[in-house]
């Protein structure tokens, strides 16, 4: 059973213009997420991280929100460039389950010039 | 180059034989993690090890899979008498403290194949 959860499996936008990843979860033993991006034949890179006191952490280009009651939370990125065409995992750490890191299924977003 | 670094890249081996990964942490790192991902599907956590010791071996399954990380030297996934569902990418990770709210640097993974 998916406990982290990207129902979007790709998703497409014009260069400039704003994307919007998101990603639901079911355990409430979650406290801390984070967003990786992966291009092919690469390892994951860590983007953007939140704790779950939190409800907004930004980066730059990037924004992670977090909403605890609803069990969401989306990753924008504005504007959005053609470099930032790849894979977005979302992964959140079980507190009650040795810190593991539980993965999502990943968004393949690619940015049209 | 300071960061995780898998070899081989590619390994391909046939059925029943062993294959063996490996994986240097970045400089400072005593944590290591091994993930697996299979076509289509995320990443799975399989062991969490620190020098000398298996922290957390609980994705891994129970036969065939051992991993170690030394003292001395790269952390090691062995996987013995591979099958055609050995075929994946295994993705290693390193982190300076245990503490998952630390984000994990990834090496660019082995790619297994398995005729």
């Known amino acids: 059973d998916q406990q982290v959860k990207q129902n979007s499996p790709s998703l497409s936008v014009q260069e400039g213009r704003i994307s919007i990843l998101n990603c639901d979860y079911t355990?409430?033993?979650?406290?801390?997420f984070l967003w990786y991006k992966k291009y092919p034949a690469e390892g994951p890179t860590f983007l953007i991280s939140?704790?779950?006191i939190k409800d907004k952490n930004e980066d730059g280009r990037f924004t992670v929100f977090l909403n605890k009651s609803a069990k969401h939370l989306s990753l924008h990125i504005v504007p959005s460039q053609p470099g930032d065409s790849a894979v977005y995992f979302c992964?959140?750490?079980?507190?009650?389950?040795?810190?593991?890191?539980?993965w999502g299924l990943g968004t393949s977003l690619a940015v049209n010039p | 180059n300071a960061g995780v670094m898998q070899n081989p890249r590619h390994l391909v081996r046939r059925r029943g034989q062993e294959a063996r990964l490996r994986c240097s942490p970045m400089?400072?790192?005593?944590?290591v993690y091994w993930y697996r991902q299979l076509p289509e599907e995320g990443l799975k956590f399989m062991v969490y090890l620190q020098k000398e010791n298996i922290i957390d071996e609980s994705g891994m399954p129970k036969e065939r899979f051992s991993a170690e990380f030394p003292k001395e030297g790269p952390s090691i996934l062995r996987i013995q008498q591979v099958v055609r569902g050995d075929s994946a990418a295994y993705f290693c990770a390193s982190s300076r403290q245990g503490s998952l709210n630390q984000p994990q640097h990834f090496g660019d993974g082995t790619r297994l194949s398995i005729l």
């Open positions: 992964a959140a750490v079980d507190a009650g389950n040795n810190r593991k890191l539980i």
């Open positions: 939140i704790s779950s």
């Open positions: 400089k400072g790192h005593s944590h």
């Open positions: 355990n409430s033993m979650f406290d801390y």
